[in-house]
């Protein structure tokens, strides 16, 4: 059991209150309280599933001496380089790892998602 309570639990508070809300609200303010009750999902699980991280880790195999945080944005250049194709070796399966992780923020039920997991 956690001891004190983490950022993702509070934003997820904040979220569930607002879905409890737009029941009583109509027209555009329930709309933006719909947008903004995904948009604090979407927080939630970026806090809980760190994507960033899961795409430098998908990327430590070709970029074993390049810091973590600084392994993306080393891909997107020898990419654009040039220097590295679709042929490079362990590159299609990093970036599909660093999207697939992407996909499980921004939308998890996703069918593309739920394909690339072999659902």
């Known amino acids: 059991m956690r001891s004190r309570i983490e950022a993702a639990d509070l934003v997820e508070a904040a979220a569930a209150f607002l879905k409890e809300a737009e029941s009583e609200l109509s027209g555009r303010t329930a709309f933006h309280a ?15 599933e760190h994507p960033s ?10 970029l074993p001496d390049v810091a973590a945080e600084a392994r993306v944005a080393e891909a997107c250049a020898r990419i654009r380089a040039g220097e590295w194709t679709a042929e490079t ?15 499980a923020v921004d939308n998890p039920r996703f069918s593309t998602l739920q394909r690339l997991r072999g659902a």
């Open 34 to 48: 719909k947008v903004a009750a995904n948009a604090l999902a979407i927080v939630v699980r970026e806090l809980r």
């Open 89 to 103: 070796p362990g590159l299609l399966d990093a970036l599909e790892a660093g999207v697939r992780a992407r996909l």
């Open 53 to 62: 991280e899961a795409e430098a880790a998908a990327l430590g195999a070709l």
